[in-house]
């Protein structure tokens, strides 16, 4: 029968371990440091070109975008509105052109909408009148405001602006 030899002094497991983990978290540090130096090298190459272009310009010479309108809000009563029904209620779109007049708008026309299942009311706009149509879109309390598209020309009746009333 074999017996198992004894080690004639018990090893130092718990040291050995510490030495190894502090081994192993040196080399982590080390690659980790390696990888860093790796990845700024480009961006390092970037920033110091970014930097260099914006050296050469002269400060004079910089312009800065102004953030107002370039042309002024159009009057209310200078707007013309279709107001179209697309909700399918009768007499909704009058209504709408009246209130409107009354908010101090121009010319409101009304008129049926090409279908009546239009799930939002929305304002819509013809080139150039995207401020109008915001604001009108706040006093009519419409939250959908979008570019005419569909519509012709000649459908608008010279209006710049156009309410489609919907389900909301």
């Known amino acids: ?8 002094n018990a090893f130092p497991w718990r040291t050995a371990t510490v030495v190894v983990g502090v081994v192993a978290a040196i080399e982590l ?7 860093a130096t790796r990845l700024a ?3 390092r190459t970037h920033v110091t070109a970014a930097a260099a272009s914006h ?3 002269p400060t004079q ?17 200078r707007l013309s509105v279709l107001v179209l029904n697309g909700n399918g209620v009768n007499g909704a779109a ?4 009246t209130s409107l007049q009354t908010l101090g708008y121009g010319a409101s026309h009304s008129a049926d909408a090409p279908r009546h299942d239009y799930a939002r009311s929305m304002v819509l706009y013809v080139p150039g009148y995207v401020q109008e149509a915001r604001r009108l879109a706040r006093d009519a309390a419409v939250r959908v405001v979008a570019p005419v598209d569909g519509i012709r020309r000649a459908e ?5 602006l156009v309410v489609v009333l919907g389900g909301s």
């Open 29 to 35: 540090v080390a690659l980790i440091g390696i990888g």
């Open 1 to 8: 029968m074999e017996h198992a030899n004894q080690l004639p």
């Open 41 to 43: 090298a480009p961006l």
């Open 55 to 57: 050296k050469a310009l």
């Open 94 to 97: 009058g209504a709408e052109a």
């Open 61 to 77: 010479h910089v312009r800065r975008v102004a953030s107002v309108p370039l042309r002024p809000l159009q009057a209310r009563a």
């Open 156 to 160: 608008l009746r010279g209006s710049q």
